[in-house]
């Protein structure tokens, strides 16, 4: 299949695993995305990554597999607070986790800092530093808590007070809106995504306020429920968002069973406690504390974030980071680690800069080809 083809097939399937609930406008949001550049095209089109990436790169086949991220690339890393309120950093989005070899998140990973506007830093270094915070996290796995260590770090992710309260007045603002609206009932979320956000606020009697949101990139076309209400004086916010079988195993037979609660909490993590798998919806806080690396606002809910903005603060010591980080998740879930050693050695040196090249320049191809789609077609809707 070409992407077109490709595309109206994933949301055919995407349509039937949601039982016809798709965001049709989100649908539309990532098809203009895919048409924007090739790193929004490589993040919105997983599904395509997942059937093209062995007729690419075919000497990644036979890599010793993991329970891996899937969707990995440079903005799906972020911050939020573990159990004990510790700053946390690391890999924050696992809705496409599945069982893979672990060469493919390494390459992806490194694709998407190819194609993403990364200042001063060419394809060669940004392997070299993925590999070697890689090998770091092998050797001595463990998670980002940036409290007292990892000050570089924790500079970058902390939220400045004018940030926080950006982050506050802008879903102050659209809680407000909804008020207004209260009586609208078609503006509640279906049963399921009531029923488990309500559960995962900390008391039933807190009065709650919906909202349907759109974000990602990936995900676009999945619903995603934001619930409002004031507790203990102060506001507290979750999200829902719905989950389907990982794109990698609707493509190689593999499980239909969600694992992205696994992968999430697995040995080598601190995780984030208000992070829950339920009744195939993904429920998480929504917070100030809980942050990403993005290329804009969007993401965060705060305007003009520039702090985190990707092309500021991704360098050869954050891409290291982002490869140990991926090295501990590799980990915790199994015991690959020898397997992973030897698989590495035997690769030699230039592996994934060859693997990356191929697969960037295909990705680029195919984002040109979906841009030439993309545009016809709008102009046809214009006349």
């Given amino acids: 299949m070409n992407i077109l083809e490709s595309s109206i097939a994933y949301e055919r399937w995407l349509s039937q695993e949601l ?5 049709k406008k989100a649908l539309k949001t990532r098809h203009a995305t895919m048409a924007a550049d090739a790193f929004q095209f490589l993040r919105a089109t997983y599904w395509r990554w997942a059937e ?12 010793p597999c993991v329970l891996g991220v899937g969707d990995i690339h440079v903005e799906n890393f972020g911050s939020w607070r573990d159990l004990e309120g510790r700053l946390v950093w690391g890999v924050n989005d696992f809705d496409e986790a599945a069982h893979m070899p672990y060469v493919l998140d390494l390459v992806r990973l490194a694709t998407s800092a190819v194609l993403a506007p990364v200042r001063n830093i060419d394809a060669r270094k940004v392997c070299l530093a993925i590999l070697s915070g890689y090998r770091a996290g092998i050797a001595e796995p463990a998670p980002f808590v940036l409290d007292r260590e990892n000050r570089w ?3 970058k992710v902390v939220v400045p007070e004018k940030e926080r309260r950006q982050f506050w007045k802008k879903l102050d603002a659209k809680n407000g809106k909804r008020k207004r609206d209260s009586k609208v009932k078609k503006g509640n979320p279906p049963r399921r995504y009531l029923k488990v956000l309500r559960s995962s606020f900390p008391d039933s009697e807190i009065k ?17 429920w934001i619930a409002y209400g004031t507790w203990k004086g102060a506001p507290i916010v979750r999200e829902a968002k ?15 069973r969600l694992q992205s609660a696994d992968i999430a909490s697995g040995k080598y993590r601190s995780p984030d406690p208000w992070y829950a798998v339920r009744k195939g919806l993904v429920v998480r806080r929504r917070s100030p504390n809980d942050r990403k690396i993005a290329l804009s606002s969007k993401e965060s809910d705060v305007p003009k974030a520039g702090f985190h903005s990707m092309a ?9 980071a982002m490869g140990r980080d991926l090295g501990a998740v590799h980990l915790g879930t ?32 195919e984002q040109r080809e ?14």
């Fill in 312 to 320: 500021d603060i991704v360098n050869a010591q954050m891409l290291s």
């Fill in 153 to 155: 770090l924790r500079m």
């Fill in 208 to 224: 709650l306020n919906f909202w349907p949101r759109v974000a990602g990139t990936g995900s676009l076309g999945r619903p995603r």
């Fill in 52 to 63: 093209i990436i062995y007729e690419v790169c075919p000497e990644l086949r036979d890599a």
């Fill in 242 to 256: 719905a989950l389907v079988q990982s794109a990698w195993a609707r493509t190689h037979n593999g499980s239909r």
């Fill in 370 to 383: 979906w841009q030439r789609v993309h545009r016809k077609n709008s102009k046809s809707c214009d006349r």
């Fill in 19 to 23: 039982k016809g609930n798709v965001d």
């Fill in 334 to 365: 199994g015991n690959p680690r020898k397997a992973i050693r030897a698989d590495l050695e035997a690769r030699g040196q230039n592996w994934l800069l060859e693997a990356v090249k191929s697969a960037a320049q295909h990705t680029r191809v």
